[in-house]
Antibody, heavy 123, light 110 residues
Framework: QVQLQESGPGLVKPSETLSLTCSVS????????WSWIRQPPGKGLEWIGY???????NYNPSLKSRVTMSIDTSKNQFSLRLNSMTAADTAVYYC?????????????????WGQGTLVTVSS | EIVLTQSPGTLSLSPGERATLSCRAS???????LVWYQQKPGQAPRLLIY???SRATGIPDRFSGSGSGTDFTLTISRLEPEDFAVYYC???????????FGPGTKVEIK
């Protein structure tokens, strides 16, 4: 059973860069898409972007200029960097596996998710 | 850009009652890419329904999804105490590959 676990700082200063890592256990990262999703306190969900096991990325246009994702399949990890952080970026950040079958074109859902990590932007 | 609207914002019901949650898309979407999640306080979302009507592994059959075009419904036939939570619909667009979530419906105990 695949499990995901986010790690990183809980507090980031304004204008600094957030770096988070998601560790994947219980399955290979190959043939899957790996996403980051965030949720401001008391609000809804926002997809940040995904990275494919081969390194191909796709980001939410609203965040694209500030986001970088990377993957290390040898360590079963993928990472998020979000620069120029502001208070509006305060949120619980989730990593998740996206199911998508590139052969059949079926998929587009997230399962499983990590437990999430709260990131607060404050000086 | 497809926008998802969920209604009602809050649904107040008693255990044993039927819950009907709506997700409306701003334009017609493929049923293949319409998904529902359940989220309880302090927890990550959990996949309930994918491809509009297929239950995810381990999801009880009191949960069902239906709909097509712009209107989709999540139905909980008889609410159990553990079903009181927030429910989100989500859509995926294969090109260029983007995901949109609805604002959520909170199902609370009446």
């Amino acid at each position: 059973q695949v499990q995901l676990q986010e790690s990183g700082p809980g507090l980031v200063k304004p204008s600094e860069t957030l770096s988070l890592t998601c560790s994947v256990s219980g399955d290979s990262m190959s043939t899957y898409f790996w996403s980051w999703i965030r949720q401001p306190p008391g609000k809804g969900l926002e997809w940040i972007g995904y990275i494919y096991y081969n390194g191909i990325t796709n980001y939410n246009p609203s965040l694209k200029s500030r986001v970088t994702m990377s993957i290390d399949t040898s360590k079963n990890q993928f990472s998020l960097r979000l620069n120029s952080m502001t208070a509006a970026d305060t949120a619980v950040y989730y990593c998740a596996r996206e199911y998508y079958d590139t052969l059949t074109g079926t998929g587009g859902w997230f399962d499983p998710w990590g437990q999430g990590t709260l990131v607060t932007v404050s000086s | 850009e497809i926008v998802l609207t969920q209604s009602p914002g809050t649904l107040s019901l008693s255990p044993g009652e039927r819950a009907t949650l709506s997700c409306r898309a701003s334009q017609s979407v493929s049923t293949s890419y319409l998904v529902w999640y359940q989220q309880k306080p302090g927890q990550a979302p959990r996949l309930l329904i994918y491809a509009a009507s297929s239950r995810a592994t381990g999801i009880p059959d009191r949960f069902s999804g239906s709909g097509s075009g712009t209107d989709f419904t999540l139905t909980i036939s008889r609410l159990e105490p553990e079903d009181f939570a927030v429910y989100y619909c989500q859509h995926y667009v294969s090109s260029p590959g983007a995901f949109t979530f609805g604002p959520g419906t909170k199902v609370e105990i009446k």
